[in-house]
Nanobody, 135 residues
Framework: HVQLVESGGGSVQAGGSLRLSCTSS????????MGWYRQAPGNACELVST???????YYADSVKGRFTISRENAKNTLYLQLNSLKPDDTAAYFC??????????????????????????????WGRGTQVTVS
């Protein structure tokens, strides 16, 4: 697979904001489904949001209205704006990419460890994660 690089994580107080980025110099984002996933210690991988090649988005209920996913294909960059953060948002956040145009239930149903799920699910690229801690 191709390695993606996440950045922008950190420690914030509840109610605060962060902006995560995901980029690659080797993977072309255009035409691909991109997604953010997260995993807290002791928990299974959880979907945060996906964005399809046409810009259509999907959010987990737990983050709707608080998080915003966006993409800038010209810069090969995926973003996740996190607002109104809660302690329950504490997790490692991972980005993944699948060379298919539109997100489906397949992309919205992670399980187990995120890093392993990307491989099993046939994603073409994923990152090592960035930690978000909300206190």
């Amino acid at each position: 697979h191709v390695q993606l690089v996440e950045s922008g994580g950190g420690s914030v107080q509840a109610g605060g904001s962060l902006r995560l980025s995901c980029t690659s110099s080797r993977f072309t984002f255009a035409g691909s489904v991109m997604g953010w996933y997260r995993q807290a210690p002791g928990n299974a991988c959880e979907l945060v949001s996906t964005i399809s090649s046409d810009g259509s988005t999907y959010y987990a209920d737990s983050v709707k209205g608080r998080f915003t996913i966006s993409r800038e294909n010209a810069k090969n960059t995926l973003y996740l704006q996190l607002n109104s953060l809660k302690p329950d948002d504490t997790a490692a956040y991972f980005c993944g990419a699948d060379r298919t145009a539109f997100a489906s239930e397949h992309h919205h149903s992670p399980r187990g460890y995120c890093y392993a799920w990307f491989l099993i699910a046939g994603f073409d690229a994923w990152g090592r994660g960035t930690q978000v801690t909300v206190s």
